[in-house]
């Protein structure tokens, strides 16, 4: 008797819950339910109690009735916030005014309370939010016939918003000859570092300002400041491959051991990014920095990289990095070639804190 009990409690509660539960009618017949968590126009995301998070075509879906209050997004632009019925072929949205009725074909999204929470604060995440974050460590040192030490340090950070970024980098290479009677026995000694902040002007363009910074002691380069600022375009943009080109103006103020310059440029070049397979990605930039104040006069830069995944935190990481100056002191050379190769450590993956 107790058994009879027991299984006759058990099915009114399966057959409650199963009541309360969002239901899906595919056009094949086949019945999902759950809670509906969001759709747009390629699929809709259900999470039954039993098998998780099931994605199905929304071309597949035939009816939707919620029990839950859904926020469904309209091709007019309009939102209609309401539990969510099928009628006659129509989508109907039971909302506060009235009834709201639409075609399928007029659905462009839909979202759970819990989704649109998420979607709203991603509009205007804090200072604090969206950050991607690594650092790149290399290190080498030999003794015996050669007495050599080298040392590269990289950081990176970038916060994208569904309005603008902010990136962030900085880079340091270091090497000496620790061979006695060695000269020079530093052999390089070189510090990069720099921010951009791009806005969004519509979904191709956007504007940007930058500041970038450099020292090079054995180029007897104190300090070159670069400000600058101009417009950027998104030639390619896709989740696996990224090209941007940009132009503008800059101001740069140069510090040499033997004199200071300052000068007003020009702004030309392009970031191009593409994912390779999931666990590699390649990355270049090259900008072209013409003299407006003495014409004929540029400086230059090249940056290619390849970050090759090994875990969620930890890849390895190539670089080559060429900076040229047309002009440089007297009796240096005008190329500076670094090639770096190390650890890659994430330190920060999207959210923030």
């Known amino acids: ?131 991607e974050a690594g650092s790149n460590v290399g290190f080498a040192l030999t003794r015996g016939n050669s007495e050599t030490k080298n040392l590269a340090v990289g950081f990176t950070a970038d916060r994208k918003t569904l309005h603008d970024k902010l990136a962030l980098y900085a880079n340091s290479v270091y090497a000496t000859n620790d061979a006695p009677g060695a000269t020079p026995s530093t052999t390089a000694n070189n510090e990069q570092g720099g921010a951009r902040y791009d806005h969004n002007l519509n979904s191709r363009t956007f504007g940007f300002v930058s500041g970038d910074f450099q020292a090079d002691s054995l180029q007897t380069l104190n300090l070159r400041s670069i400000l600058g600022g101009g417009l950027g375009y998104h030639l390619i943009k896709r989740d696996a491959t990224t090209l941007d080109i940009l132009g503008g103006a800059n101001y740069t103020h140069e510090s040499y051991d033997a004199f200071t310059r300052s000068l007003a440029g020009a702004t030309v070049g392009d970031e191009f990014m593409h994912k390779i397979a999931k666990n590699t990605v390649i990355s270049q930039t090259l900008y072209f920095y013409p003299d407006l104040s003495n014409t004929g006069e540029y400086r230059g830069t090249f940056n290619f990289s390849t970050v090759t995944k090994i875990s969620k935190w930890l890849g390895w990481q190539n670089s080559y990095n060429d900076i040229y100056v047309s002009d440089p002191p007297l009796g240096k050379k005008k190329n500076d070639i670094v090639v770096t190769t190390g650890l890659n450590i994430t330190l920060i993956r999207g959210g923030g804190k």
């Open 1 to 131: 008797m107790r058994h009879i009990y027991l299984s006759t409690v058990l099915l009114v509660m399966v057959m409650i819950s199963a009541a309360m539960a969002d239901q899906v009618v595919l056009k094949n017949g086949d019945r999902l339910t759950g809670t509906i968590e969001k759709s747009d126009s390629k699929s809709l995301v259900l999470k039954s109690e039993f098998a998780g998070e099931v994605t199905v075509q929304w071309a597949a879906v035939e009816q939707i009735t919620s029990e839950q209050q859904l926020h469904v997004g309209l091709a007019n632009g309009k939102m209609a916030v309401g539990k969510l019925t099928t009628q006659d072929g129509q989508f109907e949205v039971a909302t506060a005014g009235g009834p709201v009725l639409a075609p399928k074909d007029n659905v462009i999204q839909i979202r759970n309370d819990a989704e649109q929470a998420a979607y709203e604060q991603s509009l205007h995440p804090g200072l604090t939010k969206n950050w």
